[in-house]
């Protein structure tokens, strides 16, 4: 009698073990779907902020390059220092006012001069500035 009662009591708890062991499967199996479908949507958004990085990090890089400024400035290469110091978006806008600038600056030497010595400060003040920052981030 012990026997029987035994036997018949591991059934039932083997039985229910099975059923929760059904349920639980059919739940993880079902969602597997919907997890697989959010994971790749997520890997898309993380490859599109990696690509979206990437570009600002160039822009950032383009930005912080210096323009390339030739040593003396004058009326004749005036045209070669009014582009390295604009971006690359204004050069179609600037070319056809470059000559008229020439004009003008030709007829007030005092101008000339004048532009000269901010360009020269502008680019000097840039590099004490970027020393700064090298050294900062050195020391950090």
């Known amino acids: 009698m012990e026997t029987i009662i035994i036997l018949s009591l591991s059934l039932v708890v083997s039985f229910f073990v099975c059923i929760t062991i059904i349920i639980v499967s059919r739940f993880y199996f079902s969602s597997d779907k919907f997890t697989k479908i959010k994971l790749e949507n997520f890997n898309k958004d993380v490859e599109n902020l990696n690509i979206e990085n990437r570009r600002l990090r160039g822009a950032v890089n383009r930005a912080k390059q210096e323009p390339s400024l030739p040593d003396s400035i004058d009326a004749g290469n005036l045209d070669d220092v009014i582009l390295?110091?604009?971006?690359?978006?204004?050069?179609?806008?600037?070319?056809?006012?470059?000559?008229?600038?020439?004009?003008?600056?030709?007829?007030?030497?005092?101008?000339l001069s004048e532009v000269m010595d901010k360009i020269k400060g502008v680019n000097q003040n840039g590099n004490k500035q970027q020393q700064i920052d090298?050294?900062?981030s050195a020391s950090l």
């Not at 390295?84 to 101008?111: C, D, R």
């Open 134 to 136: 090298s050294e900062a």
């Open 84 to 111: 390295g110091l604009l971006p690359k978006k204004y050069h179609k806008v600037a070319k056809p006012l470059i000559p008229k600038l020439e004009q003008y600056l030709i007829n007030n030497p005092e101008k």
